[in-house]
């Protein structure tokens, strides 16, 4: 069996775990420079905010109903995401990151899933404050019905459901909308609507050939895996990626930092060529530096930050890599692996831009395109950027980003031990 | 923060029997850190636990998988506030602690808010005026 561990409202509740003041209560999240909705908390859905609203359309509506609005901190959800998955490896065989904030679990052998789920999500909530919903199922796919359906139904479910019957999997997935199933997007959706389906169910119930017909192979897999068969490799050509990353293991651990910031400057190029080979922009960057799992000095770090405006340009996602790198790496802690990873991604059409961006983006592209055009015709050796310091201004608009709490010394929550006494009646 | 435990000097003749000890660093994250997952890091104000030796700018290392006890230091959350208290309950209901004559206990009455956020696991109290 699957599991899918998924955060409920990520960002919002990252923001909720450090202002108890706002449990309960509406919080919504922009995405970089604030441009629209990207995350938020059940009473603001409640509301009618509607996911991926710019902000300018809905400032109305914070303001009469006092909706809490919070930047993105990305540094902040980053390291709360590594504690989850902290967390989570203590009780997970084999697990795979899928984004920031949800995990695939392999719990094959695992005697009692629905109790194993429930543990990991009552750790999770206790040990770093999140709360989780976990869907468990025969495939990946099935895992995703599993976990909609826990979320849905969080009261009944105890954010917990298990598909472990026939009979479970068809209710699950008759009361599944078509365009609710994993990499099934929209137009998909609309295609087989045509076909007279309506739910993951009449999708399933489908003749393979049909499916293939209309939705190509990528289809097919899905249709495969709400069948309860495991798709080989779904997780390296998923049609909608959350993140793209590229991780290697070095031969000798590095102990210089120049080395490190050449090999983290190669995995960005590549991050920033995978984006643009898939049209994609990323809004955020994060870097992983492991140290030797069986040598003395054991680290394991990754720190993230949002780009200003989302992007796939090579110039600026080393920039960004580089400028995370340095933070991060320590003389005499030697690194055996490292990493890059872009998420929070958008196709590139639909980049959100700002007023004030320093940056002439069409400029920039062109420039890509004509490096990427002798990259294809004479391969990647050909050009190379030189790695340049810093010097250029990354800064974002985020007017109400909440403070670093967990990675900034200068950011951490402060408590005011006496306030409690002033408001509430005292007793003798 | 790391300090060197040991360093061995290069000498001709024979190692010196310290080497043979010699393992690396205190490593005050390893020391004070028991779960890194559920850690955090609080800078507390007030004058409400100065005889818990908590005081005004004070470093609080708060671990939320300890469980809490009879009398535990905890950060804890009342109607929608932050707090640090001694953590008591009486007669099936949760007393906060001061740590200061001045302040008067909090009795938690069952309708109010109330969590325990994390277990407070060291205090750090910076001496030197001139340490960072």
């Not at chain 1, 995401?81 to 902290?86: C, D, E």
């Not at chain 1, 870097?287 to 780009?307: I, K, M, N, P």
């Not at chain 1, 110039?315 to 890599?321: F, K, N, S, Y």
């Not at chain 2, 004559?101 to 696991?121: E, K, L, Q, T, Y």
Request: hydrophobic share 40%; proline share 5%.
């Amino acid at each position: 069996m699957i599991a899918l561990v998924d955060c409920n409202n990520f960002y919002a509740n990252c923001e909720r775990l450090f202002r108890p003041d706002l449990r309960g209560k509406p919080v919504v999240v922009l995405s970089n420079n604030d441009g629209c909705v990207v995350s938020q908390s059940d009473e603001a859905k409640a509301m009618g905010v509607p996911m991926g609203a710019p902000f300018h359309e809905i400032r109305d509506l914070v303001r009469r109903r006092g909706i809490a609005v919070f930047s993105s901190n990305y540094a902040l959800y980053g390291d709360l995401s590594t504690r989850v998955i902290q967390v989570l490896r203590v009780h997970a065989p084999y697990l795979e990151t899928y984004s920031i904030d949800e995990s695939f679990v392999d719990i094959a052998g695992i005697p009692d899933p629905a109790a194993w789920g429930r543990l990991v999500r009552s750790e999770i909530l206790r040990q770093v404050g999140l709360p989780v919903c976990v869907g468990i199922g025969r495939t990946r796919t099935l895992s995703k019905v599993a976990n909609r359906v826990a979320k849905k139904f969080k009261e009944r479910t105890g954010g917990v459901h298990l598909l472990d019957t026939p009979e479970r999997e068809e209710k699950a997935m008759r009361w599944l909308a078509l365009e609710d199933v994993w990499g099934v997007g929209t137009a998909s959706a609309r295609k087989l609507a045509l076909c007279g389906a309506r739910t993951a169910w009449d999708m399933a119930s489908m003749p393979q050939g049909l499916v293939r017909r209309t939705l190509g192979v990528v289809g097919e897999r899905t249709w495969q895996e709400l069948r309860g068969v495991p798709a080989q490799g779904l997780c390296e050509e998923e049609p909608v990626r959350r993140s793209l990353r590229t991780t290697r293991s070095f031969e000798s651990p590095l102990t210089e930092l120049a080395a490190v910031e050449e090999a983290v400057a190669t995995f960005a190029t590549r991050t920033a060529r995978k984006l643009r080979e898939r049209s994609l922009c990323a809004g955020a960057l994060s870097v992983y530096l492991r140290s030797d799992r069986f040598s003395g000095e054991r680290f394991h770090e990754s720190r993230t930050a949002g780009f200003a405006v989302a992007t796939g340009d090579a110039r600026e996602v080393v920039g960004m890599a580089l400028r995370l790198v340095r933070g991060m790496f320590r003389e005499g802690s030697p690194v055996k692996k490292a990493g890059v990873e872009a998420w929070d991604l958008v196709p590139a059409g639909a980049v959100q831009g700002h007023l004030f961006d320093a940056v002439d983006r069409p400029r920039q592209a062109s420039l890509q395109r004509a490096v990427d055009g002798l990259v294809r015709r004479w391969g990647s050796d050909v050009l190379e950027l030189a790695v340049q310091g810093g010097g250029k201004s990354w800064s974002t608009r985020q007017e109400h980003r909440s403070r670093r709490y967990t990675t900034d010394w200068n950011d951490l929550l402060v408590v005011d031990m006496d306030r409690s006494h002033r408001m509430a009646p005292a007793a003798g | 923060m790391e300090l060197a435990l040991a360093a061995g000097g290069v000498a001709a003749g024979f190692p010196s029997p310290a080497q043979d000890h010699l393992e690396g660093t205190i490593d005050l994250n390893r020391e004070l850190v028991q779960h890194p997952a559920s850690t955090f890091c609080v800078r507390v104000r007030g004058e409400s636990m100065r005889e818990a030796n908590l005081l005004d700018g004070d470093l609080l290392i708060v671990d939320r998988s300890l469980e809490p006890y009879q009398g535990c230091v905890a950060v804890c959350i009342l109607d929608g506030e932050f707090t640090v208290k001694h953590f008591h309950r009486r007669e099936g209901s949760v007393v906060l602690e001061p740590a200061n004559p001045r302040f008067r206990p909090i009795v938690v009455a069952p309708d109010r808010d109330f969590a325990v956020w994390g277990v407070v696991s060291y205090a750090v109290h910076k001496i030197c005026r001139r340490a960072p």
